[in-house]
């Protein structure tokens, strides 16, 4: 399944900020309490109870899914999901 | 050219640490083809840095920090990155005559403002004449120290544009210090340990003759943070000290892919690795069935175990699962120690494994002492608490368990750990008063952590002092609360922070607050913005306990009452729980110490 996904960006360009907000926010789903749905706005911490060690298995699912190498020091920029969604698509362009 | 790492067999004879200062160590490893490796997120090696390359480099690196005109003993920041540059400048600093401050890379989501801000507290803190970080980490060095007086402040690139000075080397002496080393947690108030050559030798030597007991075909990995005790003694110096070859992941890379780890050990045979529990437990999180056919372990003698309350369940399960990949469980090894000693008071016995003493939980709650029980006692009938050996203290120490009026107390008694020895640290940083706190007049340092002997063995039972640790690291109840009284709605002496058992085991930390807001949505947003900040500045979850105004408990002398405050909070917990049937987030009342 996420072989064919990888395949499927690497024909078509870089997936745009719609495509990479649904497929993050499917991966946000075991992370968050049952009754939290994760969404563009939601505050990493606050809203969906983040950690350091949720973060850096989330950044591992990303990597993995995209293919890329997240650099720890785009996190500090980082609040929300859609601060997050900015810096992957940075990423995949460079 | 492919790169290759260091061998683990020497070409020159092993001297176990009998030097009087790290760079006669660093001098007499670079004659032989040891060093240090990196390895990459995805387990490649990255870099090699053999200790005849490091002495080179960091001696012509001397030269050039020469050349700045800074007194002997000036102070140099290092944003302690898992990177060849870090261990570059440090060894630089020690032929240059200044003393290196490791401060710490680890920055959390949303947190660049609290980390710039940290920085910028450490830089005051130590009075940094210069500092250095490499790329990933300048921008934040950077700003920090925006208005401060640095006579250099630069990325590796800066420093190596900067001339050669024409002067001759003079290293640091037994007497001058080796590092400043800021224990791990406080940001707000911060504890820079001051560390001499005399003292972190002693501990080196002690570490590597009679606690690791350290011999040809020793190899180290690790994946501790270069800014952690454990991480810079014990697998940088340690390894220096006995010209070990050692294997590293960068902290965050292991907490991504905590398997890079085995696989690493795997991959170069490496005999020692040491970590806290929690890094165990991760692993173990982390492990697939199907891995177990990729990994070889079998070199494996010596897991250390240390920073934190070791609990011993999960440490069995890890050997179990690993057995297959020749994993031997003898091979852990409970330790004991804290910056303020160098690193290192006591290491466990070798090849025997966790030695877990088994305690009447009532009774040494009520009495202070740990009365056995047997292990088979039905249960419900006794509570107890178990508790991990973590060995004889190291041959230069002494260590007296005291009562409150500082008596040594006998076996199996409780009280408060006390130790004496050369690796002891001469003090705090530009703070007298923390230090005599601390330190008392005729030499012993007051550990504050809580512990019993039997048989000479010392059991760690828990801590006087206020501090929690999470994953391995001091935290200071003084940062919580700093964090909500700086809101408006909060004032000074409001906050009382302590830590509680989760339902695994692990600790977890809980903040009670006192305050007057009354609106349910007011309520929730200061608790969530002051979780934000706590997450920001150390990256862990706090619970924050609002309480109404006046509530939160004090001692008789008016002070806030952390103990009293968790008692109170467990208390209350478990009656909650009683009354409901949702899975609990804490456990009720102290019931599980260790195991």
Partial sequence: MQKSVKRYYKMEGHPDYETILRRVCELLVPYVEKGTAPEEDSDFVADLNFDSLKVMKLVEQVEDEYDISIPLNILPDVQTVKDFIIQLQKLMVS | ?595
């Fill in chain 2, 1 to 595: 050219m492919t790169m290759e790492a260091t061998p683990t067999i020497n070409t020159i004879p092993l001297r176990a640490g009998d030097f009087s200062t790290l760079p006669e160590a660093l001098n007499y490893a670079a004659q032989g083809q040891t060093g240090y490796n990196f390895y990459d997120g995805r387990g490649k090696l990255s870099a090699v840095l053999p200790f005849s390359k490091l002495r080179d480099e960091a001696q012509s690196l001397a030269q050039r920090l020469s050349g700045l005109g800074l007194e002997r003993g000036a102070r140099m920041a290092l944003v302690a990155d898992t990177h060849p540059d870090f261990i570059r400048f440090f060894f630089a600093c020690q032929y240059a005559g200044l003393i290196p401050v490791p401060l710490p890379a680890s920055i959390h989501m949303g947190g660049r403002k609290t980390y710039v801000d940290q920085l910028h507290r450490l830089l005051i803190s130590c009075r940094a004449n210069v500092a250095m970080a490499t790329d990933d980490y300048f921008p934040f060095l950077s700003e920090a120290a925006e208005g401060l007086d640095l006579r250099f402040c630069g990325t590796p690139q800066a420093y190596a544009e900067l001339p050669e000075a024409p002067i001759p080397l003079s290293p640091l002496g037994p007497k001058e210090l080796a590092y400043i080393q800021y224990t791990s947690g406080s940001t707000k108030f911060p504890r820079g340990v001051m560390i001499t050559q005399t003292a972190v030798l002693n501990n080196l030597a002690a570490i590597v003759k009679s606690g690791c007991k350290i011999r040809p075909g020793d190899r180290g990995a690790s994946w501790l943070p270069f800014y952690h005790d454990m991480g810079l003694v014990g697998l940088v110096l340690a390894p220096l000290a006995a010209q070990l070859s050692v294997d590293y992941l960068k902290t965050r890379d292991f907490a991504m892919r905590p398997r890079l780890w085995l696989s690493l050990m795997t991959e170069n045979r490496a005999t020692i690795s040491i970590g806290p529990p929690f890094g165990y437990e991760l692993c173990l999180q982390r492990l697939r069935q199907s891995d177990i056919e990729k990994f070889d372990l079998s070199a494996w003698r010596l897991a250390g175990v240390g920073a934190e309350t070791i609990r011993p369940a999960p440490l069995s399960k890890f050997a179990e699962m690993l057995e297959p990949c020749g994993f031997n469980k003898e091979a852990f090894c409970a330790c004991y120690g804290m910056a303020e000693c160098s690193l290192a008071v006591s290491f466990a016995s070798l090849d025997e494994g966790l030695n877990i003493d088994s305690v009447d939980g009532d009774y040494l709650s009520e009495h202070r002492q740990a009365l056995p029980v047997e292990t088979n006692v039905p249960e419900g009938e006794i509570r107890s608490s178990r508790f991990v050996d973590c060995g004889t203290p190291l041959p230069d120490y002494e260590v007296e368990v005291r009562d409150s009026g500082g008596r040594p107390l006998p076996e199996r008694h409780v009280g408060t750990i006390y130790v004496k020895a050369d690796s002891i640290m001469s003090g705090y940083f530009g703070d007298l008063k923390l230090t005599q706190e601390v330190l008392t007049s005729d030499g012993w340092f007051n550990t504050g952590d809580l512990g019993y002997f039997v048989n000479n063995g010392l059991f760690i039972t828990g801590r006087e002092k206020d501090m929690i640790i999470i994953n391995g690291r001091n935290i200071w109840p003084q940062d919580l609360e700093f964090a909500a009284e700086q809101q408006p709605e909060v004032r000074t002496g409001d906050a009382s922070a302590f830590s509680v058992p989760g339902p695994n085991g692990q600790e977890k930390t809980v903040m009670m607050v006192q305050c007057r807001v009354s609106s349910d949505p007011q309520r929730t947003e200061l608790r969530e913005r002051v979780q934000r900040l706590i997450y920001q500045e150390l990256g862990i979850e706090c619970y924050i306990d609002l309480v109404p105004r006046n509530t939160l408990p004090r001692t008789t002398s008016g002070k806030l009452s952390r103990s009293k405050a968790r008692k109170e909070f467990l208390k209350r917990i478990e009656r909650d729980q009683l009354q409901s049937s949702e899975r609990p987030i804490f456990i009720s009342a102290n019931r599980v110490q260790a195991g």
